[in-house]
């Protein structure tokens, strides 16, 4: 997997599936958790679309805040779950 | 006796029990009061006095319940502050208190600081939690004289003209109702008490302080944990907790997200729940997984008349419904036994409790009858001091803005509010609070906000008139909320809306406002 392709598909999940489709000007470094994008809600609901999406499930030691600052932070978490 | 006495007792009778375990590291009795003392004199050495009051802005952690107990030997007031609020929040509180002195970290103590703040002490903590000079620090006593009307610590919450509110409880207040809670739930030394809500949320004070009042422990649950549904339910297996306490929706999530329903046994002898109604389709899968066996006959619990038990069940989970504005601390509660089928109400919020007194108080200022609805007015020992830097409240009724329902057997059943102020997800929201936010946006002339959606599914939505020609987009009104709100607070949707529709006497309609989604 390219690290561009995860972000690519990280980004369309949280803009339209998170944000209501309607929003532009979202990218890789917005903050997350920091600006309320990705609350307790959206955290199982982004767990089980990386689950589905790649088949990947997130190990219980890396669901930590750090891991989830921004789409760049999710992405490298996937694909070091990847390997 | 005074607040900060129940973990001097504890230390004295059960040094080597467990106290607090937190995400930093675990404290016994001892050694929690060992880091008080030590705080108490770090603190004292800043300057700080019988009276003032000591911000702690720090995640959750057992540093930061060492750092309370260290303020009240000082006999000053502490103020738990949101980890997850923004800087400029936390000025607004640090201005409002006349803050003494700050507990934080580096970092965060940077983004606070600024020429206006001067006055203000900081104690600085490294990442270990503990303070450049701890060593010289004496872990011996030091203990100022305090009264029971004393103001203990100070709880700010969301204030409806956009300004924090700081409730101000004395050790009266709060140990009224911990004494009242520890009898009730009878706390013993074998008690592992869950701490699921932030320490700036009034729920905090029952998982700290009736744990310490009893020598039990408390686990505190970190955030990372609390995000996650599974984790919630690992933590309650792991930790074997005994008593847990938390918003319904909490205890929802890890039903339907977390499988607490596949865990065929739990050491839970007791589940606490306020802030918000537990949906009794949910609240009654829970309890009849705790207490299987029980209420499957219709005469009653476990006995049918002089028959042996259905089964013999290990001893039942208790399950208590708390009610309490920060105000009031719990003043009624309601021990939920099994729900029949044909209850179609809330589950009630109960009767009065912690040595209060309640009624139900009609518009026209009488009395409700049973059946009858008003607003909840409550009397006695747990109602707050006052607001801060406002006149004392008294002896008055505290007038919750509360609509409840007296039900004929005494109970009372809340309905609604009277005002703007609503609840999501546990969360106490003045909406004005986001409003004047929003208003503060330069792109932003005028913003009502409104709640959709009940329970998990609860929205903060904005609706908002541009002041000029563009209008900010959703990120950027989330960019701009996370700097001035705590994150509960930041809104989920926003709408541009060309101008607010008011009803005659001038008020946003916010019922109107549902139909432009």
Same mark, same amino acid.
């Given at each position: 997997m390219q690290q561009t392709t995860v972000i690519e598909q990280l980004k369309k999940y949280i803009a339209q599936d998170v944000l209501g489709g309607k929003d532009i000007g979202l990218d890789e470094t917005t903050p997350l958790l920091e600006w309320g994008i990705i609350n307790s809600l959206e955290m199982v609901r982004l767990l089980s679309f990386i689950r589905k999406q790649f088949a990947i499930d997130i190990s219980t030691d890396k669901l930590v805040a750090d891991h989830f600052t921004n789409i760049t932070s999710i992405a490298e978490l996937i694909l070091k779950s990847n390997v | 006796m005074i607040l900060r006495d129940l973990v001097i007792q504890s230390a004295q009778k059960l040094p080597d029990a467990l106290a607090v375990k937190g995400p930093d590291t675990s404290l016994t009795y001892g050694e929690l009061d060992h880091l008080a003392n030590r705080f108490a004199h770090a603190l004292a050495q800043l300057g700080v006095r019988r009276g003032d009051r000591v911000g702690i802005w720090l995640e959750k952690s057992a540093c930061a319940v060492a750092a309370m107990q260290g303020v009240l030997r000082l006999s000053a007031i502490y103020i738990p502050l949101d980890p997850l609020s923004p800087a400029v929040r936390i000025r607004t509180i640090v201005q409002d208190c006349d803050m003494r002195a700050l507990v934080t970290t580096q970092r965060r103590a940077q983004a606070v600081l600024t020429d206006d703040l001067q006055d203000v002490a900081y104690l600085c903590l490294d990442d270990e939690g503990s303070v450049s000079h701890w060593d010289d620090l004496p872990t011996t006593g030091q203990q100022e004289p305090a009264l029971a009307d004393d103001i203990a610590y100070i709880l700010y919450t969301s204030g409806s003209t956009g300004k924090p509110k700081g409730v101000s409880i004395s050790n009266r207040n709060a140990l009224a109702f911990v004494e009242w809670a520890s009898q009730a739930l009878q706390a013993g030394t074998t008690d592992r008490f869950a701490n699921h809500a932030p320490f700036h949320f009034d729920l905090s004070v029952l998982d700290l302080y009736v744990a310490f009042h009893a020598g039990a422990a408390t686990y505190l649950i970190p955030d990372q944990v609390a995000y996650i549904p599974e984790h919630l339910v690992t933590f309650l297996i792991q930790e074997a907790i005994t008593v847990w306490y938390s918003v319904p929706s909490v205890l929802i999530l890890m039903m339907e997200q977390g499988g607490l329903l596949d865990v065929p046994s739990l050491c839970l002898r007791a589940i606490l729940f306020a802030g918000e109604a537990f949906p009794i389709k949910h609240l009654r899968r829970l309890y009849d997984?705790?207490?299987? /066996?029980? +209420?499957?006959? %219709? &005469?009653?619990?476990?006995?049918? =008349?002089? *028959?042996?038990?259905?089964?013999?069940?290990? @001893?039942?989970?208790?399950?208590?419904?708390?009610? /309490?504005?920060?105000? $009031?601390?719990?003043?009624?509660?309601?021990?939920?036994?099994?729900?029949?089928?044909?209850?179609?109400?809330?589950?009630?919020?109960?009767?009065?409790? &912690?040595?209060?007194?309640?009624? %139900?108080? *009609?518009?026209?200022? $009488? @009395?409700?009858?049973?059946?009858?609805? /008003?607003?909840?007015?409550?009397?006695?020992?747990?109602?707050?001091?006052?607001?801060? =830097?406002?006149?004392?409240? +008294?002896?008055?009724?505290? %007038?919750?803005?509360?609509?409840?329902? @007296? @039900?004929?057997?005494?109970?009372?059943?809340?309905?609604? !509010? !009277?005002?703007?102020m609503v609840k999501v997800r546990g969360h106490r929201i003045e909406l004005g609070d986001i409003e004047a936010a929003l208003e503060d946006h330069p792109a932003i002339h005028e913003a009502a906000v409104i709640v959709t959606g009940t329970g998990l599914a609860a929205r903060l939505v904005a609706f908002v008139v541009h002041a000029n020609q563009t209008s900010p987009s959703l990120l950027e009104v989330k960019r701009h909320c996370a700097e001035h709100l705590p994150r509960y607070m930041i809104v989920d949707e926003v709408h541009t809306i060309a101008a607010l529709p008011r009803t005659r006497n001038g008020k946003i309609d916010r019922f109107t406002l549902l139909h432009h989604i």
């Open positions: - | 997984h705790c207490n299987p /066996g029980e +209420g499957r006959d %219709a &005469s009653g619990p476990y006995m049918t =008349g002089n *028959k042996l038990p259905i089964e013999s069940p290990a @001893l039942p989970v208790r399950f208590f419904n708390l009610y /309490g504005p920060t105000e $009031t601390n719990v003043c009624t509660s309601y021990e939920v036994t099994h729900l029949p089928e044909s209850w179609n109400k809330p589950v009630p919020i109960g009767n009065a409790c &912690s040595g209060d007194r309640v009624w %139900a108080q *009609k518009e026209d200022g $009488t @009395l409700a009858q049973p059946g009858e609805a /008003g607003e909840l007015m409550v009397i006695g020992p747990t109602v707050m001091v006052g607001y801060w =830097g406002q006149p004392a409240y +008294g002896d008055k009724p505290y %007038a919750t803005g509360d609509l409840v329902q @007296l @039900l004929d057997d005494g109970n009372y059943v809340y309905i609604g !509010r !009277r005002d703007q």
